[in-house]
């Protein structure tokens, strides 16, 4: 049973720093992308950030570059994000997700098999 499970969530203040961590279990996901999604109040479900197997390609959202940072442990099956300079609009759950391949678009929640439950993100003005 594959099972992603997501920490590190919890209240900031606007300017300070998150890492999430997700640590899969049940199955490597050799040639797959890992990413992070999220959603906000009230809003969809939107791709944040992915990462290739050897870590060497990454994807953001356009919201998100040049302050939060995508990285992989395939050792340890772990996939992290690196939130620095965290602003109110940041506030959402977020949502760890795999299985993307190179011939599918990242961007896209349908293309990733196996999700998360989620962990909370708040950033208070």
């Known amino acids: 049973q594959v099972q992603l499970v997501e920490s590190g969530g919890g209240l900031v203040q606007a300017g300070g720093s998150l890492r999430l961590s997700c640590a899969a279990s049940?199955?490597?996901?050799?040639?797959?992308?890992l990413g992070w999604f999220r959603q906000g109040p009230g809003k969809e479900r939107e791709f944040v950030a992915a990462?290739?197997?050897?870590?060497?390609?990454?994807y953001y959202a356009d919201s998100v570059k040049g302050r939060f940072t995508i990285s992989r442990d395939n050792a340890e099956n772990a996939v992290y994000l690196q939130m620095n300079s965290l602003k109110p609009e940041d506030t959402a759950v977020y949502y760890c997700?795999?299985?993307?391949?190179?011939?599918?678009?990242?961007?896209?929640?349908?293309?990733?098999?196996?999700w998360g439950q989620g962990t909370q993100v708040t950033v208070s003005s």
């Open positions: 997700a795999a299985g993307a391949t190179y011939y599918n678009s990242k961007y896209s929640s349908s293309n990733y098999d196996y």
């Open positions: 049940g199955r490597t996901f050799s040639n797959r992308f």
């Open positions: 990462v290739s197997w050897g870590g060497g390609t990454t």
